[in-house]
DNA sequence: CAGAATCCCCCACGATACTG
DNA sequence: CAGTATCGTGGGGGATTCTG
């Protein structure tokens, strides 16, 4: 049982360090957004996240298949083929990812016509 | 049937990628949302996040500023007292960060069950 | 093709001390 | 209180090579 964390966010056990432990990395979330709605190869993901070193992009996708988050499906054959894909748990990123998608592009569109927005914090 | 997209996804210039360069530290997110709807000074944002040095906290507020995420607010006296607020631009990511922080609590609760769930990915 | 293994460098980060 | 400055280290991560 758990010591009582009835406090949203002053824990540091909040929802958003954990979430961020599993999907924090410097990669992580992009491949789970890569991975959405199919299932991709290793060396397709590869392609599609050059800066990824094959090392980093291996050690990212076990990281994300033992937290359950990804499905590593190897078919024994010649040559080597490995498909993952997302878990129902990942999926659930989803839309939060979409969003920050979306935010995102808000905000290198506003950055090309050099809106500097932002000042008020109006509490 | 995986091939058949061009899909949008494909570009490391994807917004996902450009948020997570702007939110996506060890801490960011964590920062943004414990300033939620509140100003914290820097010593109460320090207790909040124990685990974080005030070099690292120091080092990521300033870049959350220069990002114009974060609104530093100097009085001064003595002794001295910081206030560190939102900008409204990074108010847009509280929705999504309570989505990811409901994710992280229901995982949480799923894994203290010993609910191994998983398997289908469906597509 | 999908990695594992190895080597090695660099800097992210903690610890500590100091300051306005 | 809210930081800076400095030093030292671990390990994150790239480049390369090898294998089933």
């Known amino acids: 049982m758990k010591k009582k964390t ?20 410097k990669y992580k979330a992009r491949i789970i ?14 392609r599609i996240l050059p800066d990824v070193s094959t090392k ?9 298949e033992s937290d359950q988050l990804i499905i590593r499906k190897m078919y024994y054959e010649v040559p080597p083929k490995v498909e993952y894909s997302l878990t129902v ?11 920050l998608n979306d935010w995102g592009h808000t905000q290198i569109k506003n950055e090309s016509i050099g809106k500097t927005n932002e000042g008020s914090s109006s509490n």
Do not use: D
């Open 6 to 25: 009835e406090i949203n966010q002053q824990c540091s056990r909040c929802g958003v360090e954990y979430a961020f432990k599993r999907i924090g990395g």
């Open 33 to 46: 957004w890569n991975l959405g709605n199919t299932e991709l190869r290793f060396g397709e993901l590869g």
């Open 56 to 64: 980093m992009l291996t050690q990212a996708l076990r990281e994300l």
């Open 89 to 99: 748990t990942a999926r659930q990123l989803i839309p939060f990812l979409e969003h």
